[in-house]
């Protein structure tokens, strides 16, 4: 079995309050709660990063640089996967009537993330992968969160060293300030950077939603991507990699990014033939919806991509649905966006080509995977 070192993004799903949750409570309940909490961790995170190891409290995973040329993508992961590991202690504190301490002390438990860049020698070994290296130790050891919670008082942060910042291309405004660092053996100088994810955590539920339903758009299409959300959102969102797909029919940059980042009042510019059109982001839910609004020559679209996962992992189904704002009946709304998009830009064609490519895409990663079996 080969051993290849590659290039790529280390990260560990570390739970908080596990040791003390599991040595004050009964054995067998806060068994069960605990192997709930990470098999809804790993969910969440596989369907981009390759799951390593389990390790007691954690989930250590892993991606080549390759599979994230979006960076940003994987900081809307460890986001959503936050988010989700507290919806489902919610879930948990309100299904059960019992009044063992292992329920009471579900709501003590939080989720931190360490997020790390760097070389790592991956061996195939049974259904899952062995990871080596001074890397991997560094993140494994969990030496980054070093003096975190005691520097901020955070239960559920997320850690990431500056060179996965560098990779990700992306610096949100909301990484502490201080940066802190340590120096390892063999390695030198860390500096790492922390995110506050509870307080991000209640930003997106706070956050006013805009969602276009079936019944309120002018059209709706369809169509089916054989990759899951996080990659399908990826392609569709990232400005770089729409032109890919819309080769020869427009020209994407990005535009405004407040915060440090992509998401609510984030802008991207279209240029097409001699006009100019700029799309406003007014709700950002990765990787469930995205809606926006697009301003093109006087005429304002309002645009809500819907991301569906398909049963077993088959991969996701999109649906864009869209309104023109204009004082026209429905029905001749309807016959201006199909007008606009299949007879004038071939949408159709430039989704299909989309989804061309992103299964290219995973082709050559399983391709490369596959000299690791």
């Known amino acids: 079995m080969p051993t290849l070192t590659q290039r790529g993004y280390l990260v560990l799903a570390d739970i908080s309050g596990f040791t003390a949750f599991m040595a004050g409570t009964e054995l067998e309940h806060s068994h069960d709660i605990t192997r709930e909490l990470l098999e809804l961790i790993v969910s969440r995170l596989t369907p981009v990063l390759t799951l390593a190891s ?3 409290d954690a989930v250590f995973a892993f991606a080549p640089e390759a599979r994230l040329p979006r960076g940003e993508t994987l900081l809307e992961l460890v986001e959503a996967a936050y988010a989700a590991f507290k919806d489902r202690q919610e879930a948990i504190r309100r299904r059960t009537t ?13 989720l931190k993330f360490l997020v790390h860049h760097g070389d790592y020698a991956a061996r195939s070994v049974g259904s899952g992968y062995e990871l080596s290296g001074l890397d991997v130790n560094l993140v494994r050891q969990r030496l980054l969160k070093n003096h975190v919670s005691e520097a901020t008082g955070w239960t559920g942060y997320a ?36 995110l506050n994810l509870r307080t991000r955590y209640q930003e997106l539920m706070e956050a006013r939603r805009v969602f276009l339903s079936a019944e309120a758009a002018d059209a709706v299409y369809r169509r089916e991507f054989p990759a899951p959300p996080p990659l399908v959102w990826a392609w569709l969102n990232d400005p770089y990699k729409r032109n890919q797909w819309m080769s020869g029919h427009a020209v994407w940059s990005a535009g405004a990014r407040p915060g440090g980042r992509t998401g609510v009042g984030a802008r991207n510019h279209c240029a097409h033939g001699k006009g100019v059109s700029v799309e406003t982001i007014l709700d950002w839910r990765p990787f469930e919806y995205v809606t926006v609004e697009t301003l093109d020559s006087g005429m304002i679209q309002v645009e809500t991509f819907q991301f569906e996962p398909l049963p077993e992992g088959r991969g996701t189904r999109l649906q864009d649905r869209i309104h023109l704002r204009m004082p026209l009946p429905r029905w001749l709304r309807h016959h201006i966006c199909k007008f606009m998009l299949v007879t004038l830009n071939h949408y159709d064609q430039l989704l299909s080509n989309s989804a061309r490519l992103l299964a290219e895409e995973l082709t050559r990663e399983q391709t490369a995977e596959s000299q690791l079996q």
Request: proline share 4%.
């Open 54 to 56: 389990l390790e007691g």
């Open 98 to 110: 019992r009044t063992c301490r292992a329920c009471r002390s579900v709501p003590d438990l939080d």
């Open 159 to 194: 850690v990431f060293s500056e060179k996965s910042l560098a990779h990700l291309g992306v610096r949100p405004e909301a990484l502490r300030v201080h940066a802190q660092s340590g120096a390892y053996e063999h390695i030198g100088e860390v500096k790492t950077f922390s």
